[in-house]
């Protein structure tokens, strides 16, 4: 479940709105343990992803750093490599 939270600091172009919710919506769901709520849950569910998502942009908001931002695509590229050699089959 956790595999699509990626690292969204210090890219070019930043991180979107979109990108950090996708990020909180998988975080509520690792740890509620739900991939989707039942109606009873719902609305705390939904009000959770909210919370994470504020919080996480927060943090994007605030943090600094000297390194040059990170390419996407090269970024991209090294994942599927990554994936290529740990799930290869023999």
């Given at each position: ?48 992803v ?12 605030g ?17 599927r490599?990554?994936?290529a050699?740990?799930?290869a089959?023999?």
């Open positions: 479940m956790c595999r699509n939270i990626h690292t969204l600091f210090n890219f070019d172009p930043a991180a979107t709105d979109e990108e950090v919710r996708d990020a909180s919506l998988q975080y509520v769901r690792k740890i509620s343990g739900f991939t989707k709520p039942s109606q009873a849950n719902e609305q705390a569910f939904a009000r959770a909210d919370d994470v998502a504020a919080a996480s942009r927060r943090l994007l908001d943090l600094v750093t000297t390194a040059a931002p990170k390419d996407r695509e090269i970024e991209a590229q090294r994942r490599e990554r994936a050699k740990r799930f089959t023999v």
